[in-house]
């Protein structure tokens, strides 16, 4: 699928403002951790490559991205 750059910045930022508030609604975080917890996150690495695809895809099914991200995390 092919974006303008115009595009691809306005469905991630979308994508990543979607994120963030479903992060501070479902874990409880504050603004400051959900957008740490976010930026950081290998999910939004893929989300910003565009290649992926990611960022074309729900908030609802990326958000599983970072539950399964938090799920590894606390086993390591």
Do not use: H, W
């Amino acid at each position: 699928m092919n974006v303008t750059p115009a595009e691809f910045r306005y469905l991630k930022e979308t994508l990543s403002k979607d994120l963030i508030a479903m992060l501070m609604e479902r874990k409880g975080m504050s603004m400051d951790e959900a957008f740490r917890c976010y930026y950081e996150s290998t999910t939004f690495q893929k989300i910003a490559n565009p290649e992926t695809g990611l960022f074309f895809q729900s908030p609802g099914y990326v958000y599983s991205y970072l539950e399964e991200e938090f799920k590894l995390n606390k086993k390591s």
